[in-house]
């Protein structure tokens, strides 16, 4: 894998990025149903990604596939007539699986099934009720504000029927039967930063590496929330400890410092090859041990399966105030923003592919570098350079115990610079590849 | 074991603490003699514990049972006959093992045997000199400022000969054979932090756990400091080992800060049970490690044990100016101090008796807390509560590698808070018990 | 080993080491040469070392010891045929290893060949092109300045021819065949700290050991930078894994702080021992994580080597403006800091020689230091005496498992204390050596 991406390649797919999270804006997406699957297919445009059916009822470990939610219309009117909450005009003025209903009622048995945000009271609240067969809208406060006593007519045109759960899914075979894994949850209706911005990392990252040439296999997971990576993982239990290294992808198109919460097992080598990453990408970040709340790594890292799996994220979830909110939007996630992450999310790929063993083959005493033209030839300065401290270390450090990870760890030069002379080491027989990091 | 006391128990009881302190306050006791077995009976009226009566000469590792020491009275007399140091005005005016004396001298000569605090001139000292036979007064400097030039009458009527050495055990069988050390010193004459508060904190705790269900068995020593415990340790050299955590007490009745000295071994289970249980539970408090130098922990911790034995304290011995003198009154212990070392005592021994390894019966990804009504139902909110919260942890840890206090830690939890969440999980047939945490 | 060493004694040894380094500086020393044998040669009078000769083309590891340079004089005269440059003024003024020549040629020209110092301009640079055959002067920027356009005669009667390469060796046997390596560049012309002070300090070293009674033995060596290391590894690739502990001396002359910078093993007991002894030297002290940029420490720690070698030093190479620059002269180094750094050293020394594990032989409970007169009589006081602490820690730790220099580090007390205290409790047999820390 090398690096292929200018700024100007860069700048290019964070507009891309930015252009297909409009599109794919308006779907109302839920755990199930068309506009999961309307949203996978557009996809398919970029990603030849395969999409799967798991029928409603399937037992996936402790939990059942759910039924199957679609919904196509749904307001609420006043007694004038007038709709005062109208599903066209947001998605997230139901509550995602709400029942069919229509009603009418009086104003005060309507209030308690409506959700609003008194401290934001322009936005409108993401509210959902999977697992508890229920109705509701969600408004903003201040429209609430303005409804009077009276009767009002509520209407909800769902279904909730046996159906199936859908995820898409795109293996990319490498050298190495060794997985990467990259999954983003795609159960979100119109909110931008929390669901489409990591749904557009994934599909660019699946696009650019199925043109490279890759150690790892890679598998690139399109899945509701929760149910869909416990599916996955009810479906795949004997292939799943192929993964060595994953990440959650979420969150990275708003303008926040990055945010890397660590796998449960805290020191592999996905956690240090992304610390390393921020730590010499010149972006602000701040790292956290982890714990059992947050997206899909609850699954990944549970006992039973324990990978090696974190989440890189920007600002992290439930810490923007609009998270799960109608200002979630279009506005809130940039180009920039995403095109900075992919870079991010690129320089760790590339040091999980590069990252290995090395055998100095000179080890004792070193090597003459500058008879072979790698080191300066006029004695007495006070500093080497970069590149030959670079060389140092690598020679120093080749001995079978450390990888170039911990190799550019300990020298704190970024992971490029080691790579770079350890190639010129290899080229003049100093070094040899002894194994990879993991088997 | 489970939570008894209320607020009210607590402020009743350390009432009750202090009420004893300031029963045993003016006997004057020593390593030996009457003053140590009129203690022992006293608390007898409370707890049921041993009276032990060990020969003098008998041999205790490298030391010897030391003569037994009684006091009837001592003064000193000026030329004009007034009683200038009266032993019956504070026991601390003699230094504890003086030898008899009567016999009149020059002041120059009585000086050699006076001792005072020049920094703190209204305090009389406590002085002793157990293992070298001579005799002494202590006295304020404010008072031997007034002492004229002239002849001194010296008496004091003690006895210094072959008796025994007297120390108090109790002992509450549990259900497992492997111990609980709860030991204090009770040698010291009219000092009430460093003793008294130890002795009747101890006392207190021997009360309430002899009627409770409880995992350990507990032993609760009262004993004369260093030649107590050694001669303890010799007399039970093969069974000390079942001794699988212990607290030497001391000190618990001023108004400072909780401190923890960790035994020899330094991350043992007390050691962490102690700093979780502090930590979660509002008090202030600093945390030392292990040193050779302190109460009787020397001898619990010393290398030929090497139990796991802390000592926690308030203030330490000799960091409070009233240490070793006659401001270690009535006033300087305080029953809500006294009752809130109580209480952080009992929550050690809370954290002790429920620690365990359990394991979760669905490792692989989460179970669906919803179905069982343990998690809300509605989705979308930006945070959960620390009870799910607690829920997750424990599932997630629970891989017979984490017991449940480090469970607590990792997670940053009170354990009590884990330990609902465990009652709850085992309840629902989603996690079992698996192992003690020691064996 | 005992300590010697007064003040007085001190004083008189840094004299004597600056007097020395007057002596040496004006010798035009190089890797290989007449001024290195005649340096060698004057430090035999002082200590019996073996002086090594390893011809030209000799194959050391991947390197060829290289010919012998000398050079008896260098000039350049301007057009009126005044000398601009002469070496007799300063050896400096010569690239080291330049090749003969005589030759006219146009400013323009020598231009090529000229170095100088912009930032320090009344400054003569230090320069070396070893590896690669070449010819230059060195000269200050503001002398330069005054070049007028023109021609110039070059003159340089150097040779360059196959010869040996020289250094010195000293080896004083100890009990143990173990060795500790003491290491100093002898290579450089007239500089002072960054090479004399090195090599003074090494020299006096080896004069005091040879007349002490010694548990290690010592190997001093007195090198031409990196190719004398490499060629001592070389040619006793068998025998290097004797050396349990060395240091690379340099620049110990200077008025800076202590730097030490760790074995490439990192927590080696001579890293330990070295930090302890500074720590409680009461002299300022930075320690530095090894890295392969450095002296010969690159080549003893090379990881086919790896031996625990650190380096010791005031202020380090590079980081002293006056580094590689005629400002490196008599007046930068001072007697009472090359007598502090000898005085470090030999604490040091005495670390290593002392250090050992020792077993409490009285392990159960501490032994009644009291009957012993080891310990104060009267009791009560608040503090215990540092000696009666020392020798409560070593009991506590002496269980076979802890070095003195670890039981210094843990008790935080100068390792002179423990021993002091060690001495005391086996003159009690209360303490058995057990073992050296290194077999």
Chains 1, 2, 3 share one sequence.
């Not at 200018?6 to 599109?23: F, K, N, R, S, V």
């Not at 930063?193 to 599909?203: E, I, R």
Request: hydrophobic fraction near 35%; charged fraction near 25%.
């Amino acid at each position: 894998m090398e690096q292929l991406l200018t700024e100007t390649d860069l700048t290019a797919i964070g507009e891309q990025m930015h252009g297909l999270i409009a599109e794919l804006y308006p779907i109302c997406r839920s755990i199930t149903g068309d506009g999961l699957r309307r949203t996978l297919r557009r996809l398919q445009r970029q990603v030849p990604l395969e999409i799967h059916e798991v029928p409603t009822g399937t037992q996936v470990f402790d939990w059942k596939v759910p039924k199957e939610w679609n919904i196509r219309d749904a307001w609420v009117k006043n007694a004038a007539g007038e709709k005062v909450i109208d599903f066209r005009r947001s998605n997230l003025h139901v509550v995602n699986y709400s029942v069919p209903i229509r009603r009418t009622m009086p104003l005060a048995e309507l209030r308690q099934h409506l959700h609003t945000l008194p401290d934001r009271p322009d936005w409108i609240p993401y509210r959902t009720s999977y697992y508890q067969e229920d109705w509701g809208f969600c408004i903003a406060a201040d429209d609430l504000a303005h409804f009077k006593e009276g009767d009002y007519e509520v209407y909800i045109d769902s279904t909730l029927e046996d159906g199936s759960l859908t995820y898409g899914e795109y293996f990319v075979p490498g050298r190495r039967s060794d997985e990467v894994l990259l999954s983003c949850h795609a159960c979100h209706p119109s909110l931008c930063n929390d669901n489409l911005s990591g749904v557009v990392l994934v599909a660019s990252l699946a696009e650019l590496l199925s043109s490279m040439a890759i150690e790892y296999s890679y598998r690139f997971l399109f899945i509701p929330g929760t149910i869909g990576s416990i599916t996955w993982l009810a479906r795949n239990e004997q292939q799943a400890p192929r993964i060595r290294h994953g990440l959650v992808v979420a969150c990275v198109g708003d303008a926040g410092k990055f945010h890397y919460k660590r796998s449960r097992r805290g020191d592999a080598e996905i956690d240090r090859a992304v610390v390393h990453a921020l730590k010499h990408s010149g972006e602000e970040i701040e790292v956290r041990d982890f714990s059992p709340y947050g997206y899909d790594e609850r699954q990944f890292c549970s006992p039973g399966f324990n990978l090696a799996v974190g989440s890189l994220t920007r600002t992290p979830h439930g810490q923007f105030p609009e998270y799960h909110t109608s200002a979630d939007n279009l506005d809130l996630v940039r180009p920039n923003a995403l095109a900075g992450s992919l870079a991010v999310y690129l320089s760790v790929l590339r040091i999980l592919e590069n990252n290995a063993f090395y055998r100095n083959l000179n080890p004792k005493c070193e090597p003459q570098l500058g008879r072979r033209g790698l080191y300066r030839a006029l004695g007495g300065l006070a500093d080497a350079a970069q590149s030959e401290l670079s060389m140092l270390w690598v020679l120093s450090l080749s001995d079978g115990e450390h990888s170039l990870l911990e190799i550019a760890e300990w020298a704190d030069l970024p992971f490029d610079v080691v790579l770079h002379s350890v190639k010129t080491l290899v080229d003049h027989q100093l070094l040899e590849r002894v194994s990879e990091t993991t088997s």
